[in-house]
């Protein structure tokens, strides 16, 4: 079975900057996509990063510019350097993670446990 273990949030002001880590543990073969979502008090969980296995990324809106997501396939990690951090970021940030056990094709789905994120001053 494969883990999401999720750190580096905290509490940050205005402006501030926090990099959150995510990394996969567990009998992988191939890791594909990962993402960061978030999901604030009330709201559903979005999606607001991800990045494929090649490295390319994409971001929602809301965080473009300010946020950068970036992987190491070696250690299966995925990180989310958050810059200009705005209370409306405030949130639980979640991991996701794409992969095979097997060379089989067949694709998999894990979750981080999630971090909690506030910006306030």
């Known amino acids: 079975q494969v883990q999401l273990v999720e750190s580096g949030g905290g509490l940050v002001q205005p402006g501030g900057s926090l990099r959150l880590s995510c990394a996969a543990s567990?009998?992988?073969?191939?890791?594909?996509?990962m993402g960061w979502y978030r999901q604030a008090p009330g709201k559903e969980r979005d999606l607001i990063a991800r990045i494929t296995s090649g490295g390319t990324t994409d971001y929602a809106d809301s965080v473009k510019d300010r946020f950068t997501i970036s992987r190491d396939n070696a250690k299966n990690t995925v990180y989310l350097q958050m810059n200009s951090l705005k209370p409306e970021d405030t949130a639980v940030y979640y991991c996701n993670a794409n992969f095979s056990y097997y060379n089989d094709g067949i694709l998999n789905r894990s979750w981080g446990q999630g971090t909690q994120v506030t910006v306030s001053s």
């Open positions: 567990g009998s992988i073969f191939s890791m594909y996509a």
